[in-house]
């Protein structure tokens, strides 16, 4: 199975973005879906993730402004991004895992820049 993330580009502060995964086979069905980013010269860090049954975790920097959804039967996986900061830049993520474990699987990624 390949993660395949699109979505990404430039915008202004304030504005917003959809991000979205598309996988191209089927994910085990207790996996999570997740969202990282990875800034320039900083660790990768978790954003949200989307267990089976729907439900949904943020982090801190994303609650209220993200929200991560999925469509089971299209196999996609999308993360909207409202009200951008500079500080979301960022390249995205999307990965599967074991839920609580770190990511089996990555996609290639795609890059967020916000402008102040």
């Known amino acids: 199975v390949q993660l395949v993330e699109s979505g990404g580009g430039s915008v202004q502060a304030g504005g917003s973005l959809t991000l979205s995964c598309a996988a191209s086979?089927?994910?085990?069905?207790?996996?999570?879906m997740e969202w990282y980013r990875q800034a320039p010269g900083k660790e990768r860090n978790r954003v949200a993730s989307i267990g089976s049954d729907g439900s949904t975790t943020y982090a801190d920097s994303a609650k209220g402004r993200f929200t991560i959804s999925q469509d089971n039967d299209k196999n996609t996986l999308s993360l909207q991004m409202n009200n951008l900061k500079p500080e979301d830049t960022a390249v995205y993520y999307c990965a599967a895992t074991r839920c609580g474990w770190w990511p089996d699987l990555w996609g290639q990624g795609t890059r967020v820049t916000v402008a102040s």
């Open positions: 086979g089927a994910i085990y069905s207790n996996y999570c």
